[in-house]
């Protein structure tokens, strides 16, 4: 007999809201949930896949430990006692900085995710923490956090009001959104055009998303940076900026306008290949419209400029008066967020408060730089310990790190790694331990992080749809129990990691003065918490202490747990709005238009007028149906268009002798790999692309559907040494690649 269910989905950053068919404890069916508050319907072909993605065979059911050479399943109390006789003698004989961790993009797709590896992290102490976020959207964090003073508050565009949208690196109809939480944001970019707005698309790639927009320019890859100091230099010298009711939160003005007086659109025009008289419209257009906002992703991320592209973004929004105006850029308030502190000047933000060993690559946000993985582990210095042990939490570096050969040959020298992954996949192969969680549907989902990037404010939380499957372990209790094995606390009760934390957030809570329980008994606060887990009781405290919260008593009316669960289809908690100054965490208490980090590298900037490529450049490709590399083991999900193709320009191809079809050979700074041409006009002469998360031809995985067409890892032209300096991002689009038709 089936029923429904609804799940939110986890499968990328527009959280849409699933009706679930499960017949006994298989989902058959997937549609869009229409009472969704936030999606109202809509849903992709990732979502409509979601039964397939739950049900794939090749997904792990049981731990898996490494016995004379080989992974072999386990049992749970057998795989914790590995992990902690494997990573504390490790820890004790040389050190927390010795085990890395690394963390991978679906971290921030579930609740335990999101809830346990800061714990982790703090319980280790290691400096040696590396995540997805150095291959994609560090350089918007360091900006975020230079500009604002705090590295998660990244304003969105206003997407369902604005008059005006420049988008540049971004393809949304593919991506469904990334860095802006938007349902369908195909409908939402089609309804700005409805209703007489503007959109501009900024993108070497002739994408969906650019065949929609009312202008779409072909820049040269990398160029980013320098088209939006030409635009931003044209609103000085045209005296089009104006800064409105941002002016009282503001300060650098003036020295922005010296920073930036050699970019002009002529200076800039060569190297973007987008001519002069351009540019200029482009910023008269912003100036010109009654609201507007400017919006860059990962195109504009991963190349050598991003933190300064990202920088310029919001200085653009800054300068025209769009930033924190209602069709604009603005700052969502997401339910989980802190109590909001009162406005005044912060602490600001740093950078740099430790380096790698090898290269001497600074932090940012606590983080080293993903590409410095490998020698972090091969290379022996006089500098520290070498990272000898790793924990590995829903990352794939081998396909999604810069030169993944080396990274390969790294994993298998150390003394020690585990591996929380549901695949046996390129990376997780190398580990000692395997601890697989349990499919999506199993478990709960609330967006902790997404909410906080979302285009509208509100809130949403599914219990698991199926019971938790007999010998499975919920993702919670795995990530529980590892901290404890990691930190010398093996064999003790799960629980008491998540009675920790709320213990510490209530005695911190009833401290703060602008806290709603300020003065009250922690004790006390935690007896009202509701739940039947400890993630759910986590949840209810962070709701109760949050902006829209009942404060424990004080707001009736306000959100808490149980309040959410009467709502299963969501709480809309209203547009987004007006916010500053109060997200403002700079020493100043301002928006600091030229942090010293971004000023120091301008003359970086300077340079790049002078540069041009002299040969080919690859850039990157993604497909409404991907996401991350475990996706192409779903055949729903492959096929088609979604094929690991070089996208080549007719004219390059006329030029190099390559025919439609034919495999071709493309070699880069960390290697070369082979792959079959694509020749079509949607990617500008001078530029190809690869997709990214393919090369399923290393044995000893356990990826059976995507092995059958394991298509080339793009990220093996890479050598890792390619680095935008002030975030540590991985420089992924605009290098050099050499091609030649294989024989």
Not at 507 to 524: F, I, T
Not at 652 to 676: H, M, Q, S, Y
Request: charged share 20%; net charge neutral; with cysteine.
């Amino acid at each position: 007999m089936s029923r429904t269910a609804l799940r939110i989905c986890p499968l990328c950053e527009a959280t849409c809201g699933l009706t679930l068919t499960i017949e006994g404890t298989r989902v058959t069916g997937a549609r869009g949930d229409r009472e969704d508050v936030f999606s109202k319907g809509f849903i992709c072909p990732k979502g409509a896949s979601f039964g397939a993605v739950d049900s794939d065979p090749d997904r792990l059911r049981t731990p898996l430990v490494r016995r004379d050479g080989e992974l072999r399943e386990a049992t749970w109390e057998e795989a914790f006692d590995a992990v902690a006789a494997g990573l504390r003698p490790v820890v004790e004989g040389h050190g927390a900085d010795s085990v890395g961790v690394v963390l991978g993009n679906p971290n921030v797709h579930t609740v335990a995710g999101a809830l346990y590896p800061p714990v982790l992290l703090a319980g280790l102490r290691t400096r040696s923490l590396f995540t997805a976020s150095t291959v994609d959207q560090m350089p918007k964090h360091v900006s975020s956090g230079l500009l604002f003073g705090d590295a998660n508050a990244i304003p969105v565009p206003d997407l369902d009001h604005t008059d005006h949208l420049l988008l540049i690196g971004a393809n949304p109809l593919e991506s469904n959104g990334s860095l802006c939480t938007a349902p369908d944001f195909p409908g939402r970019l089609k309804a700005l055009k409805a209703r007489g707005g503007r959109l501009t698309v900024v993108d070497p790639r002739r994408t969906r998303t650019a065949r929609l927009a009312d202008r779409h320019l072909a820049i040269r890859p990398g160029a980013d940076a320098l088209l939006l100091a030409a635009m931003a230099h044209t609103l000085f010298a045209e005296d089009l900026a104006d800064l409105a009711h941002l002016a009282p939160h503001v300060q650098g003005l003036d020295e922005l306008r010296e920073s930036i007086r050699d970019f002009t659109p002529e200076a800039v025009a060569g190297a973007c290949d987008i001519d002069a008289p351009t540019i200029r419209s482009l910023a008269r257009e912003l100036a010109a419209a009654p609201t507007a906002a400017v919006y860059a992703r990962i195109g504009s991320c991963t190349v050598p400029h991003g933190t300064l592209a990202s920088w310029l973004v919001d200085v653009l929004n800054v300068l025209t008066g769009n930033l924190d105006r209602p069709g604009g850029a603005l700052f969502p308030q997401a339910a989980t967020d802190r109590t909001p502190r009162p406005a005044g000047p912060g602490r600001g933000f740093g950078l740099g408060r430790w380096h790698s060993r090898v290269r001497h690559l600074p932090e940012a946000k606590g983080e080293l730089p993903l590409s410095a993985l490998a020698e972090e582990i091969d290379t022996v210095t006089d500098q520290g310990e070498p990272v000898r042990a790793l924990i590995v939490v829903a990352a794939n570096p081998v396909l999604s790190a810069p030169d993944g050969d080396r990274l390969d040959k790294a994993l298998d020298s150390l003394d020690f790694m585990v591996s929380v992954d549901p695949y046996l996949n390129e990376t997780s192969r190398h580990a000692d331990v395997v601890l697989p969680p349990p499919p999506p549907s199993q478990s709960p989902h609330h967006d902790f992080a997404f909410n906080t990037l979302a285009v509208r404010n509100q809130v949403r939380y599914t219990r698991p749809a199926v019971p938790l499957e007999p010998g499975r372990m919920a993702e919670s209790e795995i990530l529980a129990r590892l901290i404890l094995a990691a930190t010398g606390m093996h064999g003790a009760d799960p629980a008491a990691v998540d009675a920790m934390v709320v213990d510490q957030a209530l005695g911190k809570a009833v401290q703060e003065k602008h806290s709603p329980v300020y003065g009250r008994d922690p004790k006390e606060l935690a007896g009202q918490l509701t739940g039947e887990s400890g993630p759910e009781r986590r949840l209810d405290m962070m709701l109760r202490l949050g902006p829209y919260g009942d404060g424990f008593g004080v707001r009736p009316d306000g959100l808490t747990l149980a309040r959410l669960l009467a709502h299963p289809h969501g709480i809309d908690l209203g547009p987004l709005r007006p916010r500053l100054p109060q997200p403002l965490k700079t020493r100043s208490g301002k928006v600091e238009l030229l942090p010293e980090p971004i000023a120091a590298d301008l003359p970086r900037l300077r340079q790049a007028l002078r540069e041009r490529p002299a040969g080919l450049v690859l850039v990157g490709r993604r497909h409404l149906r991907s996401n991350n590399s475990w996706m192409h083991n779903v055949p729903a999900l492959t096929g088609g268009s979604n094929r690991c193709t070089l996208h080549i320009h007719p004219e390059d191809a006329a030029r190099l002798g390559v025919r439609d079809g034919a495999d071709v050979r493309v070699k880069g700074a960390g290697g070369e790999v082979v792959a079959p041409a694509e020749v079509t006009d949607a990617v500008r002469p001078g530029v190809v692309s690869l997709p990214h998360g393919w090369g399923h031809d290393r044995p000893g995985t356990r990826l059976g559907h995507a092995a059958t067409a394991p298509g080339v890892n793009v990220n093996q032209l890479l050598d890792g040494s390619l680095l935008d300096p002030l975030s540590g991002n991985a420089v992924l689009n605009g290098i050099p690649v050499q091609l030649a038709a294989s024989l």
